[in-house]
Structure formats: C-alpha cells, structure tokens
C-alpha cells in the first residue's frame, strides 16, 4: 500500500500496525497545533483549520481498520456520536444521568472502538473488502535492476 493509498483512499484493509502508525503521528501533531497555538506561534484558525484536514486521513485509515474486521466503514461513526455526547451539555440533566451520556457512554464507545480497532486482528485471507491488508511502504522500494 502506498502513502496516497493509506491516508486518502477508504478502499481496501489496513492492518494494526499501519493504524497504530497513524494514531501516534496523529497524537504527535494534535500536540504540536495545541503546543503552537497555545503559545500564540500558530493562529487558532489555522491550528482548526489544520485540525478539520487531519480528519479525511484518520477517517480513511479508521474505515480501512475497520474493512480488515470485516467491519462496515459506517461503524467509524460511533466515534462521532461519542464525540457528540462527549461535547454535549448534560447540566439540564440530573447528576447521574449527565455523569452516564456526558462521561460513561462515550468512555464505553472509545474502549470498544480502540480494542476492535487496535488490538483484535484483521480477518485471514480474503473478505468482502479485499485480500488481507498490506504493510503501508513508507520508503519507494528500490527495482530489481538498480
């Protein structure tokens, strides 16, 4: 799989690895826009801006992850619902209840998410997204008459 492949395409499988690559270099630049922008290096426009283009590469190596299980690229849309009660005002609600929308529900669908998505392995062979996922090639292979 190439880098287009891996960042912009929804199509085909991704294995743990690849996923995992991009959720450490996804963490390392979610620091780096806050660290910049925090200090007033970096708009907070831009460091949105750059924010909202990181989503098209993490949404299509979540729905690859999700190809490999065998998995619909819809059920990445639980992390948006889990965001939404996240961000959501629960303060009309009694304690309890906010504490279960607000904290509980959204910590469960992360959990979840995380280990389908992160720790239990792709389908073996072949599913109805592809043959088994190829490691991402982040350097060009060099030909054979080199």
């Known amino acids: 799989m190439t880098l287009q492949q891996w960042l912009f395409s929804y199509r085909g499988r991704l294995g743990r690895r690849d996923?995992?690559?991009w959720q450490a270099?996804?963490?390392v630049l979610m620091i780096a826009l806050f660290s910049l922008a925090g200090v007033g290096w970096l708009d907070t426009q831009m460091a949105a801006f750059m924010v909202v283009c990181l989503l098209w590469p993490t949404s299509a190596t979540?729905?690859?992850r999700l190809h490999d299980r065998n998995r619909r690229g819809y059920w990445a849309l639980l992390l948006v619902v889990?965001?939404?009660l996240l961000?959501?005002?629960w303060s009309m609600l009694d304690g309890t209840l906010q504490w279960l929308l607000g904290r509980l529900l959204p910590t469960v669908i992360f959990l979840i998410t995380m280990l389908e998505l992160g720790?239990?392995?792709g389908t073996q062979g072949t599913n109805r997204y592809g043959t088994a996922a190829k490691p991402v090639l982040f350097l060009p292979e060099k030909s054979a008459h080199q």
Request: net charge positive.
């Open 25 to 27: 270099l996804w963490l």
């Open 62 to 64: 979540v729905v690859k």
């Open 87 to 89: 961000a959501g005002n």
């Open 19 to 21: 996923f995992w690559i």
């Open 82 to 84: 889990a965001w939404m």
């Open 119 to 121: 720790v239990f392995t």
